[in-house]
């Protein structure tokens, strides 16, 4: 396989996906969030097209098996401005659709509703990422995303036009959006599955927040010393997240909406963790 890889291909023991696919239209991305975890990644935040994607794409759809789930993208978001003249997206969409795949859409932007059309004649889902509502904030930890309202715009016009839709709370960070979470849930309460999972840090991310956010040098006792190390990734306490994500389990039972838990070892009632049971 060349441009369809296989996800988690490093089998983490906290990872409850199904069997699925990883598929980045884009390499690099220019969103350039404070806590992204693929920056270990060389140059990241430069945004590439790739060659010949289309025809490497063709290939590898070849050699799927029937019914395989690709989620697009894990890294590299999708649907970034480029993308409204480039539509390299969507023109894999085509590609996809034609080869009947089930498929995950992972984005913050809100072009993903430009191509409706195609993704309605889809088994597809539109995961889209809301970590705060807050403009000031989210300027400051996601530079380069379309503004909260414009996400939240576009989970409520992919759902009224029929797209299965998820809602990626995700990550949660602490004393910066955990109080938000209750809001966020209350205003996407139409959605069809929540996914959420707390701050994760590397050294790189650490430094970038604290920058940010001097106030957040209490992360360093917090995730280092406190927390848990698991591969390259610290974690909060396991009391810590349990307290925050108990505010979307609690949520999510009492208003009937599907929900689980990405990565963080804390068992949920959802289907699936991250909405792929949506995908018929």
């Not at 839709?165 to 069809?192: A, G, M, N």
């Not at 349990?242 to 009632?269: M, P, Q, T, W």
Request: hydrophobic share 35%; with cysteine; charged share 30%.
């Amino acid at each position: 396989m060349d441009v369809v890889k296989p996800f988690d291909p490093w089998k983490s023991r906290l990872c409850t996906c199904p069997k699925k696919f990883s598929f980045n239209p884009y390499t690099g991305c220019d969103h350039r969030c404070l806590y992204c975890y693929s920056t270990y990644i060389p140059d990241f935040f430069n945004l590439r097209l790739k060659r010949n994607l289309e025809k490497r794409l063709l290939n590898d759809l070849k050699k799927l098996p029937f019914d395989s789930i690709i989620s697009m993208s894990n890294s590299s978001d999708p649907y970034p401005p480029l993308e409204r003249d480039m539509l390299v997206t969507r023109g894999c969409l085509e590609l996809m659709k034609a080869h009947d795949v089930k498929l995950m859409v992972v984005t913050k932007s809100d072009i993903v509703c430009r191509d409706i059309d195609i993704l309605l004649d889809m088994r597809a889902a539109v995961s889209i990422t809301l970590t705060s509502l807050n403009d000031r904030l989210t300027s400051i930890i996601e530079p380069g995303a379309p503004s909260p309202e414009r996400r939240f715009n576009a989970l409520k016009t992919l759902h009224d036009d029929g797209v299965p839709v998820v809602l990626r709370l995700d990550p949660v960070i602490p004393f910066k959006t955990e109080h938000e979470i209750l809001e966020i849930l209350q205003k996407c309460s139409f959605v069809d599955h929540v996914v959420s999972s707390t701050l994760k840090l590397r050294y790189d991310s650490l430094k970038r927040m604290i920058e940010k956010f001097p106030e957040l040098s209490i992360y360093k006792e917090l995730y280092l010393k406190l927390g848990e190390r698991i591969h390259n990734s610290f974690y909060l306490p396991m009391v810590i997240r349990i307290r925050i994500l108990d505010k979307v389990k609690d949520f999510c039972e009492n208003h009937g909406i599907s929900y689980g838990f990405c990565r963080e070892g804390i068992s949920f009632k959802g289907k699936s963790c991250d909405g792929t049971h949506l995908l018929k």
